[in-house]
Nanobody, 117 residues
Framework: VQLQASGGGLVQPGGSLRLSCVVS????????MGWYRQAPGEQRELVAG???????AYADSVKGRFTISRDNAKNTLYLQMNNLEPEDTAVYYC????????????WGQGTLVTVSS
């Protein structure tokens, strides 16, 4: 099973992006999935997690701005990011197989989000 993330890019402050993560196998294999990010010189941190039943968890810094979702029919995990801030600049990784707030061993390749004017 592989995770393929996409959707990153350059956006101005206040803008929006939607990240996608396609699961090559069945998304039903994973009860918990999530998005993590790593800024230059920083540790990788949780952005948002989601359970198969729909329960979600968010980092305080993104609550109210980001929304995580999963489309089981498309084997795809999403992260809708609104009102982006320069502090959101990072490489974003999708993850599977862990707990709601703890990553598992399966990582996507990362997609770069740059928020700058």
């Amino acid at each position: 099973v592989q995770l393929q993330a996409s959707g990153g890019g350059l956006v101005q402050p206040g803008g929006s992006l939607r990240l996608s993560c396609v699961v090559s196998g069945s998304i039903f294999s994973f009860n918990n999935m999530g998005w993590y990010r790593q800024a230059p010189g920083e540790q990788r941190e949780l952005v948002a997690g989601i359970r198969s039943g729909g329960s979600t968890a968010y980092a305080d810094s993104v609550k109210g701005r980001f929304t995580i979702s999963r489309d089981n029919a498309k084997n795809t995990l999403y992260l809708q990011m609104n009102n982006l801030e320069p502090e959101d600049t990072a490489v974003y990784y999708c993850n599977a197989g862990g707990l709601l707030r703890t990553p598992g061993r399966l990582w996507g390749q990362g997609t770069l989000v740059t928020v700058s004017s």
